[in-house]
């Protein structure tokens, strides 16, 4: 058997000459996998629908894929990003339609282009989400959000597999923000199974709230539990929570859209 000369690669790869940006949702029951669960479903879907995707060198090659800033297991999102390597060049909507096609219902590819300086994570800093909260009336949300937006500063405890660690809510929040109660907010939004709550017919609101990057990354039941904290507000049943966008944030407080064009909606509605 020949043997590997020192210093070379026991698997040489083809070379990079190509990388896609593409932006994709988390919907319905899909938004309880881990990252890990949507990595793996995103390299088998790589594989089924033929894409020339890149390979890191060596004994164990892997896919060329770089992830951003994943959103928490249970949260939806229309707005997650990933970059992959490619080794020839590809109509980057041939390669949105093909993976789509490819990953299960659920896991849907929105846009694709190609990838150009500056890097994907130097494109956002700040994310904004969408929660529903159910349970509790409009005007104790907006109570609370109100007794929230008058501090300075709000610290919540989070408990992480190395310890407790205090973050900072306020200081993150670009805004939060109640939207108004119109008719039938509460049949439209009370749960499918009314055994999930004690009373689903109680309420519901809708929160929008910007958040700056920050370490740790302040997440939406961090939101929640600055709610609690400010204004003893506690839903009887899970807040609902979908990324509804990614990007830096710009002078008006918008966020410019990591793939350099305005957001695009494609591929099946959202079910979260």
Known sequence: MARVKAGAAANPAPPTVQRVRLRFAKRGRLRFLSHRDIARSFERAVRRAGVPVSHSHGFSPHPRLSWVGAAPTGAASEAEYVEMGLTREVD????????????PEGLDVLAAAVAEPPALADRIDAARWRLEVRGVSHAEVVRAVTAFLEQDSVIVTRVTPSGRKEVDVRAALVSLAVEPQV???VADHAPADPAASPDPTAGCAILTAVVRQTTPTV?????????????????PVPVTATRMAQGLLDD???????????????GRPGTS
Do not use: I, K, Q, Y
């Open 219 to 235: 997440r939406p039941d961090d939101v929640l539990g600055a709610l609690n904290v400010v204004a003893d507000l506690t839903p």
């Open 252 to 266: 008006g407080g918008d966020l410019v859209d990591p793939l350099g064009s305005a957001p695009v909606t494609r």
């Open 183 to 185: 008719s039938g907010d």
């Open 92 to 103: 980057p909507e041939l390669l949105r339609e093909a993976l789509d096609r490819a990953l």
